[in-house]
């Protein structure tokens, strides 16, 4: 073999992320919303305190490999404790605040983290857990509220101030653990995601790609999707290599706060959950502030219905672009930017899958024999995935092995693929529809019952069926002072999908139960048919 002559040994490392914000980056701005207004520091700012936090880490105690938690908001101190942790050699795990206390407590003794970075407006989530953290040594509180019960507490700021300037960062092998993120799997104990520099750096070169989402020296990001959340997308990471400046919401999660910060900031980029953009659609229609800033929102976690799509882009000039991944893959898998070429009905089609696949993301569609699919954007399989930023295993979690095979992740999703690499999800393994022999796609559904005026949310789930084994039963929630019957449902949809699919029987409900990251938990609905407890409606309903 004739070597490149190349320096191969130069490691991908998050320590080239911090040096451009202490460098070339250092005019960059974090915004951070608070209780009083905004604050605002300079990329080099943060640099400099990213220093101090890595000396007091190591003050008290932490060495490499050692696991550092966060249980906190979208913040500058979040940001800071991002490059902080993997950058000295230990590894970021981020808490998700939304998960239940039994789960918290799984999976910080799973991970044995030593120390708990907690915001203290969150601190009484964790009082009653503080015992029973096998390993956590110190928790250090960020910001100014009280501390509660919590045992061994050192305050944020106390501790950066305390340090001198600079820290003498380790030289690091690129293939060493960064951060961990456990998923909110819906059946057992969550799993942990362990990513590594390497593929962290090329994931946030991966999210500067043109084709991807662009961020750039120019853009302004609102990360809405949380922090504790497959690393918020890696919006975070891909900004400050950018330059881009961070803008953070913090607690400020609703409609009216979230519109002042794209208004008032400028924001160019954003990204969160379908859920959260359904919202302040209703409220940007009813007070219209000017959203006209943003050039792209990443929306992912859950079908994007393209009614929600056209509404914001027809009414706000605000792009909304579908993406898909998950937590094993970084997430960024595929994003649905349309060919140059398609017009009219058919780029909305594109617009409408998951997307194209990113440059160094290879997938195959399997059947349910083992049998390798084509790609012609008809047949369907379990969609799988390998590249340079996917899992190939699970952290310290040898009974989940079925998950990985040959190299590759099987992801659980049924999909299509086209000639071009789109992707187009039809469902979740555990949530596809079987009638009489043919599959229903419940995601096809949701997007189209979703395009109803009088429809919030609309989550689909098999009902058994003593005839055909299985129909749809549709699940919706009405828009508040909207009203709709079976029949209006069943005729909206009849010119939209086959007349099969079509269900015939639906619940009417006051909201779609969610997962910790804003996902429709099925279960819960399939749990609740199972028990009794929906209300099948054959009346017409008007929301309260």
């Known amino acids: 073999m004739l070597e490149g002559l190349m320096q191969h040994d130069y490691p991908l490392t998050l320590g080239h992320v911090l040096e451009r914000m202490r460098g070339m980056n250092g005019d960059g701005e974090v915004v951070t919303l608070t209780d009083d207004g905004l604050r605002r ?4 700012e943060v640099a400099e305190r990213v220093d101090r936090l ?3 880490l190591r003050e008290l105690g932490i060495e490499e490999g050692d696991r550092v938690a966060t249980f906190s908001w979208n913040t500058q101190e979040h940001l800071e404790a991002y490059l902080a942790a993997p950058c000295m050699g230990a590894v970021l795990h981020t808490l998700n605040i939304r998960l239940f206390p039994e789960q918290l407590e799984y999976i910080v003794n799973h991970a044995e983290d030593q ?25 250090v509180v960020i910001g100014d509220g009280d ?8 305050r944020y700021e106390e ?17 060493a653990a960064a951060g961990l993120c456990y998923t909110s799997g819906t059946t057992g104990n969550p799993k942990g995601v362990l990513y590594s520099h390497r593929s962290n750096v090329l994931h946030a070169l991966g999210a500067c790609l043109a084709d991807s989402l662009g961020v750039s020296r120019e853009d302004r990001v609102l ?3 949380p922090m504790f959340h497959a690393n918020a997308w890696g919006l975070p990471y891909a900004s400050a290599l950018a330059g881009a400046d961070l803008v953070m919401p913090s607690r400020f999660l609703q409609p009216e706060p979230l519109s002042r910060l794209i208004e008032g900031e400028r924001v160019t980029v954003a990204g969160a959950v379908p859920t959260l953009w359904l919202d302040l659609l209703r409220y940007a229609d009813e007070h219209e502030p000017d959203l006209s800033s943003i050039r792209l929102v990443a929306c992912g976690g859950a079908a994007v219905p393209r009614s929600l799509m056209e509404a914001f882009e027809e009414r706000h000039g605000m792009r909304i672009v579908q993406a898909w991944g998950m937590t094993e893959t970084s997430p960024l898998g595929s994003v649905a930017h349309p060919p140059s070429e398609a017009e ?4 909305w089609g594109y617009r409408s899958t998951a997307g194209r696949l990113m440059p160094l993301v290879e997938a195959r569609i399997v059947s349910d024999e083992g049998e390798e699919m084509p790609w012609d954007g008809e047949a369907t399989g379990e969609l799988e995935v390998r590249g340079p930023w996917i899992a190939r295993s699970y952290y310290e979690d040898p009974s989940t092995d079925e998950r990985f095979h040959d190299g590759w992740l099987r992801t659980g999703d049924v999909a299509a693929i086209d000639a071009k690499g789109y992707i187009r999800i039809t469902d979740r393994a555990k949530d596809v529809i079987k009638s009489g022999g043919e599959w229903i796609s419940s995601v096809d559904l949701e997007g189209e019952l979703m395009a109803h005026d009088a429809v919030s949310e609309a989550a689909v789930i098999a009902r058994p069926d003593e005839r055909w084994s299985e129909r749809p039963l549709a699940c919706v929630v009405l828009e508040d002072g909207g009203s ?3 029949e209006d449902l069943r005729e909206h949809l009849s010119d939209r999908v086959a007349k099969w699919w079509i269900p015939s029987e639906f619940a009417f409900i006051d909201e779609v139960p969610k997962t910790s990251v804003g996902k429709f938990d099925k279960k819960v609905l399939r749990r609740r048919l199972e028990e009794g407890e929906l209300e099948v409606a054959g009346e017409e309903v008007t929301a309260s």
């Open 54 to 56: 890595c000396a007091g």
């Open 159 to 175: 501790l950066l101030a305390a340090q001198s300037p600079g820290f003498a960062y380790p030289r690091l092998d690129e293939r």
């Open 344 to 347: 009219g009905e058919e780029r």
């Open 223 to 225: 990360p809405v999707v």
């Open 115 to 139: 120390i708990i970075l907690v915001d203290s407006s969150l601190v009484s989530a964790l009082e009653e857990l503080a015992p029973k953290f096998e390993t956590v040594r110190h928790f």
């Open 484 to 486: 709709a019957s079976v």
């Open 147 to 154: 501390a509660g019960s919590l045992p061994s507490v050192v």
């Open 41 to 44: 520091a300079r990329y080099a």
